[in-house]
């Protein structure tokens, strides 16, 4: 069975940082494209991140583009998102996804909440 | 930088077509993927390439594209279908772009 489960979200400063985790089991994680999806409270869906089966292409939404870094560790089946200068738009479930070999999302984790606020 | 439109509500009554449009350019290239999500749960794919249906999705729930606009339908549409429908598609399969959602009311 896939399983992904995200961690790490929790309650930061503006301009501070913070780093999501996503472990992944139930299937050949070296083997799929990787994303991160958020939505903020009451929002709808946005995608974040993509990196791909070894880790060389790497992809962001424009608005995270310098601050957000995606990163995997294919030895410990887990995908990463190093958040810095963190805004209070950036306030959201993170959802970890895996995405088949047609580039669908069709595995999500449960999430992980992110609060920026003072 | 490229978008998807939907309609924000669409409501059917138990049993009756619920059709939920996605507009944007890049649909013309690109595959379409709908997503249905419950409260306080995550996303689950119902329906990719335009109109393929993943494995344990109930038959009434289907796709169809034409031009820059992709339709998920749901024939016969039940109480449990009650949710929030997200199209999503990508530019050259890696930059994704979801639309705005379309919250689904049956009753």
């Known amino acids: 069975e896939v399983q992904l489960v995200e961690s790490g979200g929790g309650l930061v400063q503006p301009g501070g940082s913070l780093r999501l985790s996503c472990a992944a089991s139930?299937?050949?994680?070296?083997?799929?494209?990787m994303s991160w999806v958020r939505q903020a409270p009451g929002k709808g869906l946005e995608w974040v991140a993509n990196?791909?089966?070894?880790?060389?292409?790497?992809y962001y939404v424009d608005s995270v583009k310098g601050r957000f870094t995606i990163s995997r560790d294919n030895a410990k089946n887990s995908l990463y998102l190093q958040m810095n200068s963190l805004r209070a738009e950036d306030t959201a479930v993170y959802y970890c996804?895996?995405?088949?070999?047609?580039?669908?999302?069709?595995?999500w984790g449960q999430g992980t909440l992110v609060t920026v606020s003072s | 930088s490229y978008e998807l439109t939907q309609p924000s509500s669409v409501s059917v009554s138990p049993g009756q077509t619920a059709r939920i449009t996605c507009s944007g350019d890049?649909?013309?290239?690109?595959?379409a993927r709908w997503f249905q999500q419950k409260p306080g749960q995550a996303p689950v794919l119902v329906i990719y390439?335009?109109?393929e249906r993943p494995s344990g999705i109930p038959e009434r729930f289907s796709g169809s594209s034409s031009g820059t606009t992709v339709t998920l339908t749901i024939s016969g549409a039940q109480v449990e279908d009650e949710a929030d429908y997200y199209c999503?598609?990508?530019?050259?399969?890696?930059?994704?772009?979801f639309g705005g959602g379309t919250k689904l009311t049956v009753l």
């Open positions: 890049v649909l013309a290239k690109k595959y």
């Open positions: 139930g299937f050949t994680f070296s083997s799929y494209w």
């Open positions: 996804a895996r995405m088949n070999s047609g580039y669908d999302p069709d595995y």
């Open positions: 999503y598609s990508a530019a050259d399969n890696i930059l994704g772009v």
């Open positions: 990196i791909k089966q070894d880790g060389s292409e790497k």
């Open positions: 390439k335009d109109s």
